[in-house]
C-alpha cells in the first residue's frame, strides 16, 4: 500500500511540474508578444489627413525594412474607421480620418484614442494611446433665436428670469465663459455657475416696467467662449410687458370720459 501510495505521490507531483511547465510557456509565449513598449502620443483634434503624429518605428526601436518585411499595420478595435496609418517607408504614423473629439468623447475630459501596431513572423503588438485635445472649433448657440419671456409690470426691482443655456460643444476654456447683455436701462444680467461648471444666466429686473410707457422691449443676449479665437452665439429677449391695474379712471371735466394716471387721478 505505501509503495503504491508513493508511486502516486510522484506521479502527482510529476503532474503538477508538467503542469507549471506548461504554464510558464505559455506566459512566456504571451508576454514575447506584449512585452514590447507601448507608445502614447498627444495631438490637438482636426488635423488633416497625412498630419505625422510621431515617427512610430523610431520610438519602437524598429528598422524601416522590419515594416514591409513584417507585414506591419494599425489594428483597431472600432471597425468602423481608421482615425491613422503608418507610412512604412518613413515609419511615421498620419493622420488618416478625421479625428473630431466632440464627436468621439463629447465632453470628456480626457479623450483617448486606442489603435494598435501589429508585425507579423513573430506576431508582436504594441498599444498606441493616441490623447486628443480640444480646440475651439464650437460657437456657442442658442437652442432658439428668440426667447420670449412675459413680465408684469408690477414685478419689483430684483425680480429674476432664467434664461435659455446657450451649448457649446467644446470643453473647458473653450465652452461658453459668459454671458453679455445689450446695455439698457430696466435689466442687467447675473450668471451662476453649477457643480458641473455650467453656466445659468438670469435677467435682474433694475428699473421698474411701465406698460403705459413700452409694451416690449428686445434685448441682444450674446454668450461667449474662452478659446483663442473667442467664438460667441446670440439670441434676442423679447419681453413683453404685461398690464397691472395701477391706474385709477379719472372723469375729464364736463366730458364724462375716465383718463387717468399712474401716479395721480
Ligand atoms: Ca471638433
Ligand atoms: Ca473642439
Ligand atoms: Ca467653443
Ligand atoms: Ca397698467
Known amino acids: 500500500m505505501h509503495l503504491r501510495h508513493e508511486i502516486w505521490l510522484t506521479l502527482e507531483f510529476g503532474f503538477f511540474i508538467l503542469a507549471m ?3 510558464c510557456v505559455v506566459f512566456l ?40 518585411s513584417r507585414k506591419v499595420r494599425i489594428d483597431t478595435d472600432r471597425d468602423d474607421k481608421r482615425y ?27 479623450c483617448l ?4 501596431l501589429v508585425l ?26 428668440l426667447i420670449s419671456i412675459e413680465i408684469t409690470e408690477s414685478a419689483d426691482k430684483g425680480a429674476r428670469f432664467l434664461l435659455t443655456e446657450a451649448r457649446d460643444a467644446d470643453i473647458g476654456t473653450n465652452a461658453v465663459q459668459r ?3 445689450q446695455n439698457n436701462e430696466h435689466f442687467t444680467i447675473n450668471v451662476n455657475t453649477d457643480v458641473s461648471g455650467r453656466k445659468h444666466s438670469e435677467l435682474v429686473l433694475v428699473k421698474e416696467l411701465d406698460r ?36 385709477a379712471p379719472v372723469s375729464r371735466a364736463g366730458s364724462g370720459s375716465a383718463i387717468c394716471s399712474k401716479t395721480s387721478c
Open 212 to 247: 403705459e410707457k413700452e409694451k416690449e422691449l428686445e434685448l441682444v443676449l450674446t454668450a461667449v467662449d474662452g478659446g483663442s479665437p473667442q467664438r460667441s452665439g446670440t439670441a434676442i429677449i423679447h419681453i413683453t410687458v404685461l398690464d397691472a391695474n395701477d391706474n
Open 84 to 110: 491613422c496609418d503608418i507610412n512604412l517607408s518613413t515609419g511615421d504614423l498620419t493622420v488618416s480620418y478625421r479625428i473630431d473629439r466632440e464627436s468621439l468623447c463629447g465632453k470628456k475630459a480626457n
Open 29 to 68: 509565449l504571451v508576454a514575447l508578444h506584449f512585452a514590447h513598449g507601448d507608445v502614447s502620443y498627444t495631438i490637438a483634434e482636426e488635423m488633416k489627413s497625412g498630419f505625422v503624429i510621431g515617427n512610430i518605428a523610431k520610438d519602437l526601436g524598429l528598422g524601416i525594412a522590419t515594416l514591409s
Open 179 to 181: 454671458y453679455n447683455l
Open 21 to 23: 511547465n506548461c504554464y
Open 120 to 145: 507579423e513572423n513573430p506576431l508582436e503588438l504594441h498599444r498606441i494611446s493616441i490623447h486628443v485635445q480640444d480646440i475651439n472649433d464650437n460657437a456657442p448657440e442658442f437652442s432658439e433665436d
Open 113 to 116: 484614442l486606442k489603435e494598435e
